[in-house]
């Protein structure tokens, strides 16, 4: 049997204390199961985001989409989810990736280094976070037992060998970073395929699968598909507008469509817990209440 759906906004607008507040209500009147708030410079800071998001709702989940780890040192990292465990009653998802823009780091003044470093520090980051939150004279205490549920953002060999041991949610962003630019560009349904086949592999031995959370960039309701991808098409010269279409992180159409869409790639991919982007939070509420009927 199929995971039911999931679904979870990432909040990625900084807004004042009564807009933070409002937006997060709404969010939880439309549904979303789960608040999320990304770490880069130039947005809200995670912890405290999530820690206003659950003193203005009761429901839904609250989790860092993702960490980046390079900006954290492990021990004041492990006091910063103990702490907003127990100030959110439970409801903290640590979401943890490596880090994928230079420029951070350089504004942060700490090192970028090469993509396998990065990849050693968060299985530094993550090892210690199990081994110091696992303690139970640790102070202070997650209110969760045995633990923050952890998810991690991967595409890469290392990586989802990384989410098979550690994670509870194994998280594909549908994209790839561009060595050049730093920047991230989609990859086709069929690549997406062979990633999550190579994380099933890896994972093969798990008493428990994980859950699979797919990132989706674009959420567009309409008549016109061919229309809706057109701005995007530039973006992605490599692909045909077919195979933009095509592209499980893109949902356009009707409500129906997209329902549908989605429904076949829980069955193709096994994702079951979707995130949209911001600005796409009311649009994609429609197709939440259809895949609720199921």
């Not at 998001?53 to 839904?60: F, K, L, M, Q």
Request: aromatic share 6%; net charge negative; with cysteine.
């Amino acid at each position: 049997m199929s995971r039911p759906f999931r679904f979870g906004v990432s909040l990625v607008v900084s807004a004042p204390a009564d807009e933070w507040s409002a937006k997060c209500r709404r969010a939880e009147e439309l549904g979303y199961d789960v608040i999320l708030v990304p770490d880069h410079l130039g947005m809200v800071a995670p912890f405290p985001a999530l820690v206003a998001a659950a003193r203005a709702t009761e429901r839904p989940r609250l989790g860092t989409f993702v960490l980046n780890a390079g900006l954290w040192n492990p021990a004041l990292l492990a006091r910063e989810v103990a702490t907003t465990d127990a100030l959110t009653g439970g409801r903290l998802e640590l979401g943890l990736g490596t880090g994928y823009v230079r420029e951070e780091h350089d504004k942060a003044g700490l090192p970028f280094g090469s993509a396998g470093e990065r990849v050693d520090h968060l299985r530094h980051t993550i090892e210690e976070l199990e081994r110091l939150l696992g303690d139970p004279e640790h102070l202070p205490r997650p209110a969760q037992r045995p633990g923050v549920p952890l998810l991690i953002g991967a595409n890469g060999d290392r990586m989802l060998e990384l989410t098979a041991r550690h994670a509870a949610i194994a998280a594909f962003t549908g994209g790839r970073t561009l060595q050049r630019t730093g920047r991230l560009a989609p990859i086709t349904a069929e690549e997406l395929d062979e990633r999550v086949a190579r994380y099933r592999e890896l994972a093969a031995g798990r008493t428990e699968p994980a859950e699979l959370n797919l990132l989706i960039q674009m959420v567009d309701v309409t008549e016109d598909r061919e229309a809706a991808v057109r701005p995007f098409l530039e973006r992605v010269p490599h692909l045909t507008p077919g195979q933009v279409l095509d592209l499980p992180i893109f949902l356009t159409g009707t409500v129906e469509r997209i329902a549908a869409q989605l429904r076949a790639q829980r069955e193709r991919y096994g994702f079951t817990y979707l995130t949209v982007l911001e600005p796409y939070m009311e649009a994609f509420a429609p197709v939440m209440r259809a895949l609720r009927e199921d």
